[in-house]
């Protein structure tokens, strides 16, 4: 009988359990942090999209003539805080909106941190702080 081919159908014939396991314990890892990474960078246009939005609303409260500063910060906290945005700051320019005349521009500035509004962590953009404008014509 010949020996070589005995020893190469024993060789081939060995399961690869092991293999699946070491490619699992190296994958794995890449593809979960591939996924909370995506989670995270839709988290942040989710963030960006909501402060653009409500920068806008606070605008439009802002132009009609005889609002305050009070009324754009209402508007502006009810939707954020409804959208569940976290540790915001609301800035307007000019700073009191009775003094616009019609044609006018005030800006709307809101800011927030990104690691207060994560929804696992912040750690990949921990230190990024998320700011929108809207400028809008005073009626």
């Known amino acids: 009988m010949n020996t070589s081919l005995i020893s190469r159908k024993h060789?081939?014939?060995i399961p690869r359990v092991g293999t699946a396991i070491v490619e699992l314990a190296v994958c794995?890892?890449?593809?979960v942090m591939m996924t909370l990474a995506t989670v995270e960078a839709c988290t942040m246009l989710y963030v960006q999209q909501t402060l653009k939005t409500t920068a806008f609303e606070g605008a439009r409260v802002g132009i009609v003539p005889g609002a305050t500063v009070e009324n754009i910060n209402f508007?502006?906290?009810?939707?954020?805080?409804s959208h569940s945005i976290n540790g915001y700051a609301?800035?307007?320019?000019?700073s009191d909106p009775t003094q616009l005349s019609q044609g006018d521009w005030l800006e709307i500035t809101?800011?927030?941190?990104?690691?207060d509004n994560s929804l696992v962590g912040g750690w990949i953009y921990s230190d990024k702080t998320l700011e929108r404008s809207v400028s809008l014509r005073a009626e």
């Open 75 to 81: 508007q502006c906290e009810t939707l954020l805080d």
């Open 11 to 13: 060789i081939t014939g």
């Open 28 to 31: 794995l890892p890449v593809l």
């Open 90 to 94: 609301i800035s307007a320019n000019p």
């Open 110 to 115: 809101i800011t927030a941190p990104f690691a």
